[in-house]
Structure formats: structure tokens, C-alpha cells
């Protein structure tokens, strides 16, 4: 038979089969010169993801679901899961030689892994093991949010090397614990996201290059707190309320994040009462997401004229209001914010 006779299945040119493990060979390649220092954390994150998962869907089998009792650094509920993806990282991670430091939302101090002063440069990681955990005992969405940085030799002190912008960040990324898990990924050249495909226990490349909608009708919240928000924040649901828009909000920011930058919209975590300086933590959350989103060509902020990235850390666990999403999205509520 020839090619021609062939049916069109056969010979048209399918997408390629790229696991995470081969996507991230292809980039070290890019660098003749690099160690794989690098190469082996992110395959640590991709194992502790497949882990995580793993404990998340058995979590109401295994009865881990609920409280440990403890709060964290934070003053929040501990969750059993969140001490179980906490120890499943902090494993995974405590074996690659790349790494110096790794700072957890749920560890008060970070934990300092390699202290030599001399040789190549290693990593400091950061992550939030189990965003949204409260989700968990309804079977809600969840995450992993994770951000890494280049060791910062100049610092005093090992831990102050965490205290570096959002712009030093060399890669950030989540996992969505959802109908499928999710690993989405940025080395600061665009983002790309992988599905685990069970059945082979590997994540599997479904999206490359990925670009955030300009715009949607859609906002993102927790708007039980509106009337103790800025009145910026009030005047702009006003207005989205008038225009059309919907409210979409999962509670677990990955989830928020990730399906805004399939769909398009705007995700907030204003100050409150309760929370004059927002909710969400810079360094484990803000700083990593609002990386996510630039990439995907999307503006993450802190304050009109304030970009998230550029927030300068004084503490690793700080606080800092978030909108971030769609481009013109964005705009509307800063130009609301703007007039408040
Ligand atoms: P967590 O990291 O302790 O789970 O809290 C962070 C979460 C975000 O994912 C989510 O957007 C927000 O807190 C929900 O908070 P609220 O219940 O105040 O709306
Ligand atoms: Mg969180």
C-alpha cells in the first residue's frame, strides 16, 4: 500500500508525546554548560506531585481527611494532608544536591540543606505543599504551588538568600489536584502544562506556549467579605455587576488561577478587616502564580502601579493583596481602584 492510499489517521501529523521528564531534558539541553543541578529538582517536584496526588485520592480511604489539632506559622487549621505533602516534599527535595534551602508555607523557620559557601550556586525552593486544603473534605479542588530561586550568596545570613523579588524567580509552577491532575510549569520562557496519565504514572506535555484570554466576564473573589473591602474593590463589582459579569470562586487559588488561564478573567484577594494586608502570601503564593500568569502574557498586581514581582520581601511568610488574570481584566479593576 502506498503512503497516498493510506487513511488520513495514518500519515497526518499528530502532536507530539513529550512527558515532563523529556520536556525538561529538551530545556537543559538548551544549556550545554548546565550541572542538571536544576533538572533533578524539578523532577523532585514532579515525584512529589505524583505522591501528593496519590494521597489525595485516597485521603477519605485512608481516613487523613480533617484537622491534625495544630495550627501553622500562619494561625491556620492544619490539615492532616497538609503535614503529609509538607513531609512528601521536603523528602523528595532534601535528596537533590541542587538544593540549599527550602522555605514551606507550613514550616515557620526555612530549613537550610547545604551550607557550603564555595563551588556552583544552588537553589532555594519554595512552596505552599496543599493550597486550598480546606477544600479537601468536600473533594474540592486543591493544589501545589511551588517557586524557585537562585541561591543569593551575598546574603549575611543563608536564609535572607529567600528574600529575593519575584523577578529573580528561575521557575515557577502548581499542581492541581482536580478531575485530573495538572502540572503547570514556567522557566520563565512561556508556561506549559502536563496531565497525569495514570495509567502510565507519567505527565504527559497538552499544552505548550500557553496564552492567557485578553478578556472575560468573569470575576474571582470571596465575596462574603465585600463590605470590608477598599471601596475601589466595591465600586468595581458595582460595575461588573452591571456589565454582565459572572463570579466564578473555587476557593483554593490554584484552581481559581488555573481555570482563568484557560477561560480568561480576574482573581482577587483584597485587603479586609480581617486581613488588612490580604490573605495570600507573597512568597509561596503570589510571587509564584502572579509568574504563571505574566508568562502566559496575563498582569499580576499588588496595588495599581505595584506588580506583584517586584514587591520587595522583607519576611518569608508576608502577606500582599493579589489581582491577577486577564490583561484587560485587570485594567478594569485597577481603574477602579484608581478613582476609590
Ligand atoms: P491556604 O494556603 O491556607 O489553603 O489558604 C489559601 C487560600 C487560597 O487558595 C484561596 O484563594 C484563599 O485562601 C481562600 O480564602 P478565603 O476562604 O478567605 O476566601
Ligand atoms: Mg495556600
Not at 503512503?3 to 495514518?10: G, N, R
Not at 504514572?201 to 474571582?220: D, T
Request: aromatic share 6%; with cysteine.
Amino acid at each position: 500500500m502506498s503512503a497516498s492510499e493510506l487513511p488520513l489517521s495514518a500519515t497526518a501529523p499528530r502532536r507530539q508525546i513529550v512527558t515532563l521528564q523529556a520536556h525538561i531534558l529538551q530545556q537543559q539541553a538548551l544549556h550545554p554548560g548546565a550541572s542538571g543541578d536544576f533538572s533533578w529538582i524539578l523532577s523532585a517536584l514532579s515525584i512529589s506531585a505524583k505522591m501528593i496526588a496519590s494521597q489525595v485520592r485516597r485521603a477519605r480511604l485512608e481516613d487523613v481527611l480533617g484537622g491534625v489539632g495544630n495550627q501553622n506559622v500562619q494561625g491556620e487549621q492544619q490539615q492532616k494532608l497538609d503535614v503529609i505533602a509538607n513531609d512528601i516534599l521536603l523528602r523528595t527535595l532534601s535528596g537533590r544536591e541542587g538544593v540549599a534551602i527550602v522555605a514551606s508555607e507550613e514550616n515557620e523557620e526555612p530549613v537550610i540543606l547545604r551550607d557550603e559557601q564555595t563551588g556552583d550556586r544552588k537553589y532555594c525552593v519554595l512552596f505552599d505543599p496543599l493550597d486550598g486544603s480546606s477544600n479537601l473534605d468536600v473533594c474540592g479542588a486543591v493544589g501545589t504551588i511551588f517557586s524557585i530561586l537562585r541561591q543569593d550568596r551575598r546574603s549575611a545570613k543563608q536564609e535572607d538568600s529567600l528574600l529575593q523579588p519575584g523577578t529573580q524567580q528561575v521557575a515557577a509552577g502548581y499542581v492541581l489536584y482536580g478531575s485530573s491532575t495538572v502540572f503547570t510549569l514556567t522557566l520563565g520562557k512561556g508556561v506549559d502544562m502536563f496531565v497525569l496519565d495514570p495509567s502510565i504514572g507519567a505527565f504527559v506535555r497538552v499544552e505548550q506556549q500557553m496564552r492567557i484570554p485578553r478578556a472575560n466576564k468573569s470575576y474571582s473573589l470571596n465575596e462574603g467579605n465585600r463590605l470590608t473591602f477598599p471601596e475601589g474593590y466595591q465600586k468595581y463589582l458595582h460595575w461588573a455587576q452591571e456589565n454582565g459579569y459572572s463570579s466564578r470562586y473555587a476557593g483554593a487559588m490554584v484552581g481559581d488561577v488555573h481555570r482563568i488561564l484557560l477561560q480568561g478573567g480576574v482573581f482577587m484577594y483584597p485587603p479586609t478587616k480581617k486581613a488588612p494586608n490580604g490573605k495570600l502570601r507573597l512568597m509561596y503564593e503570589a510571587n509564584p502564580m502572579g509568574m504563571i500568569v505574566e508568562q502566559a502574557g496575563g498582569k499580576a498586581l499588588a496595588a495599581p502601579g505595584q506588580r506583584l514581582l517586584d514587591v520587595p520581601p522583607t519576611d518569608i511568610h508576608q502577606r500582599t493583596p493579589v489581582i491577577m488574570g486577564s490583561p484587560d481584566e485587570v485594567d478594569h479593576v485597577i481603574r477602579h481602584l484608581q478613582s476609590g
